[in-house]
Antibody, heavy 117, light 107 residues
Framework: EVQLVDSGGGLVQPGGSLRLSCAGS????????IHWVRQPTGKGLEWVSG???????HYADSVKGRFTISRDTARNSLFLQMNSLTGGDTAVYYC???????????WGQGTTVTVSS | DIQMTQSPSSLSASIGDRVTITCRAS??????LAWYQQKPGGVPNLLID???TLQSGVPSRFSGSGSGTDFTLTISSLQTEDAAIYYC?????????FGGGTKVEIK
């Protein structure tokens, strides 16, 4: 079965760091673009970051310089290192896959990040 | 960056009604437009990409149209299970911006 399992969320203090993981199964993540999308409680979807199949990386302006996306093809996993976290980063974070010129067809179940003192 | 504007932000319709949601891009995105459905407590689900290509398993009462800057999602005959929030998304290149969402409620 093709699926993504995201994990690593939790409660962190402002200014702290967290590392999210996204494990793929049933397909190779290196043959797809993998993205992170977040959703604050009761609000809409916001694209955060993505890595193309070729390893190119992209970031929303709101996280540029604070978040870093990476992957481990041997573990078929993608990661999002989040530093200098603020309350504005509080959200459910989803990893999702897409092929170039297609929509996001597989989504993880989401992992919750809460930034609070 | 290209902005995506959805309208209306919410609507209420009866079972069997025809429902139309619009999405406007601030610049030409050709047909690189996707629609997602998110039910309460659920994960977003891809309904349509390439502006009008219905995904496998999605009921045929859903359809998409448009190109360039103006796009439409239509539900031809609203069903109870269609109560959800619908998002458009441009995916020509980064940032992969979403619209603000349209909440569809059943009267």
């Amino acid at each position: 079965e093709v699926q993504l399992v995201d994990s690593g969320g939790g409660l962190v203090q402002p200014g702290g760091s967290l590392r999210l993981s996204c494990a793929g199964s049933g397909f190779s993540i290196s043959t797809y673009d993998i993205h992170w999308v977040r959703q604050p409680t009761g609000k809409g979807l916001e694209w955060v970051s993505g890595m193309g199949s070729g390893g190119d990386t992209h970031y929303a302006d709101s996280v540029k310089g604070r978040f870093t996306i990476s992957r481990d093809t041997a573990r078929n996993s993608l990661f999002l290192q989040m530093n200098s976290l603020t309350g504005g980063d509080t959200a459910v974070y989803y990893c999702t896959r897409k092929r170039p010129e297609y929509g996001m067809d597989v989504w993880g179940q989401g992992t919750t990040v809460t930034v609070s003192s | 960056d290209i902005q995506m504007t959805q309208s209306p932000s919410s609507l209420s319709a009866s079972i069997g009604d025809r429902v139309t949601i619009t999405c406007r891009a601030s610049r030409d995105i050709y047909i690189y437009l996707a629609w997602y459905q998110q039910k309460p407590g659920g994960v977003p689900n891809l309904l349509i990409d390439h502006a009008s290509t219905l995904q496998s398993g999605v009921p045929s009462r859903f359809s998409g149209s448009g190109s360039g800057t103006d796009f439409t999602l239509t539900i031809s005959s609203l069903q109870t299970e269609d109560a959800a929030i619908y998002y458009c998304q441009k995916y020509d290149n980064s940032p992969l911006t979403f619209g603000g969402g349209t909440k569809v409620e059943i009267k």
